[in-house]
């Protein structure tokens, strides 16, 4: 991005987030589309608690879901409650590290990591933090791309538990962690969607 | 510049509203912070207690699986598993649910369920499918505990279990083991929980448990016997064999009935302790506590008298002779034979018996005295069967016998002995001659020669009845015992360690195995790659 080139808020123009229409308008208190009728803003509106308020949530969720059984597995009568922790660790043992990996990296490391980018995220804004913008911009980028895939593991469990109906050889059934799992990749889907990438570079423009 | 222009000119103007306040976001972070915390909480006040259980071997036990199950209901789950300092036996931590800490007491027991096969009874067969589980049987009775010692086999009775508990006392175990049965006319009520020496290792202590409500048929004149194996007996009425059940010939059993003299009595207490017969037999023999030993002094041959021989007193046993040897009196300058003989007073019945017997125990020496000095008791050697020249000690009450006292020889009290009958026998003799003289001979021969006919008559019609016995009847018996002999061959062919009824048993119990396992191997491999179901067995790249 050149310096020199003006931004739509220096020049007192705001987009549509809908149709894109570049509507002129006093900054403060931007109103509707004069075309499709969206609520205008300059920035996502209250970008900053609404994604706070998000990740305080999925925080509070990725504990039970980590903590209580993903899957409870009935063999020939016995059993087996499965964290998501224990299923990598098993697979593991067992000599399928190939599945161990996608499963961890899927459950474990992609929530974890996306929590994590957007809390730092959320904090260098709050700081108003000039560090690398350009680096947290791709970091911003990541986690969008990376969230649908952190549902991996709801999606296996799904898929088991309709096609592992055997009776009394092999049951499996979902574990109380599946619904605290899904409500962690949901809320930090809507987290990245609230953010603002924009609010990282607002500073910068400010500075200069 | 004039793309500024532009954009300023084609700019649209916006609708100016009011904006909004507080952010109803934040209702999502209190959402999920109420579900959270109720979750901690839900997890801290579910939270047991954490328990120790010791094993001497881990076999079938696995660490974040295993569960602990009480009458079947799961109160627990094995979190690890580790050996001991000294590696002599392993040790089980396992965390139970709340509210069992009631049942965890020093009362406690823990075992691990495994398939067991074991004398009459298969148990434990669930476990082939869902491995094995540990047992606990929970007592509220005793004081809270978190460490245990885990049992070997499991208890034969759980402690809520109403019934009794009995010891017996028993010279040799015989063929019983844990778990054998007791039983009261042929129907099983109760089984043995453990055995062990008694205090001094002088005979075995057998621990049994009668199961309500038939524990009050246990009274003061129970007698139990061991029923193990059979009794084959051959009497007047003919052959018969005895058993309690096919189980009882395998693993050993005890039976009980009332003795057959006298009341039932009162009921027994918890732990009452009974004597354990060989057989039903001995049971009929009544016990006696009560053994005076005395000393009798012989100078003659003592041959023919051996330890166990009786004491009698008018034909009646009184006891027996426990020990004899010979030794040189050094003031007399002769051989001497002191036998020892044990006297139970009990045997002898009287009106006022306990008075009676009260006074004999208290100062056996003193009732002794009256009788020996006072009515002439002596004891005598006489011949207790002619064909095999067994000799018996007989008492006899001599009224002109010559004065005599109880004296001291070693440790024991000495009765005086009289001669033998031999001696009596010749005075016998010197007046039968003299009567002889008096004897009609002529008269008798005549008398005797008729007599003699007679008899020959007799005889031979004897002689017709002893072949007629001979020919019919031994033989019968003969045929019965072979008879016996073969099947008995029979049933140990049937049922002994090599014949086909137990190859089979065994083959089919290794086949039933064999389909469990690879039953076991289909549901591994479902847990393990379920894709299975749809895309087949994978084969292994680098096989």
Known sequence: MKQDAATARQLGLVNCHDCRLLVETPQHAPGRCPRCGAHLHLRKPNSLARTWALVCAAVIFIIPANLLPMTITTTLGAKQADTILSGVIYFMQSGSWEIAMVIFIASVFVPFAKLSILIVLLLSVQFRSAWRPKDRTTLYRLTELVGRWSMVDIYVVTILVALVKLGAVAA????????????????????????????????????? | MTDRSQAEHHAATAKIQARRGFSIVWIVPIVALVIGGWLAFKAISEKGPTIAITFSSAEGLEAGKTKIKFKDVEIGQVETIALSDDASHVRVSAKMIKGSEPYLTDQTKFWVVRPRINGGSVSGLGTMFSGAYIGIDGSKKGNP?????????PPVVTVGQPGRHFTLHAETLGSLDVGAPVYYRQIQVGQV????????????????????????????????????????????????????????????????????????????KENATFFLYADRNATQEKKYTVRNYWMLLFDESVRGLSIGAPVELYGIKLGEVVDLSLEFDLDKKKFQVPVVIAVAPERVSAAKREAALKMVESDPEAFMKVLVEQQGLRAQLQSANLLTGQLMVNMVFVPNAPKATLSRHGDYRVIPTTSGSFEKLQESLSRIITNMEKVPFDQIGAELQQTLKETRNTVNGFGGLAGKLDQETVPQVQATLVELQKTLVELQQSVGKDSPLNYNARKTLEELNQTLRSFRELADTLELRPQSVIFGKETKKNE
Not at chain 1, 178 to 203: C, G, H, K, N
């Open chain 1, 172 to 208: 499996i059934e979902a574990g109380p962690a599946a619904v605290y799992f899904a409500a962690v990749v949901v809320v930090t889907m809507f987290a990245a969607e609230s953010f603002d990438p924009r609010l990282i570079w607002d500073v910068i423009e400010e500075d200069v």
């Open chain 2, 193 to 268: 929980v453990s055995y062990g020496f008694d205090q001094d290792g002088k005979a075995v202590d057998v621990k049994i448990f009668i199961e309500a409500p038939h524990h009050t048929r246990i009274t003061e004149n129970t007698r139990f016997w061991n029923a193990s194996g059979f009794d084959v007996s051959l009497n007047a009425q003919g052959l018969k064999v005895d058993t309690q059940s096919m189980i009882s010939i395998v693993s050993g059993g005890i039976a009980f009935d009332v003795a057959k003299e006298g009341l039932p009595g009162e009921v027994a």
């Open chain 2, 145 to 153: 505990a978190l460490a245990f010692t885990g049992l070997e086999t």
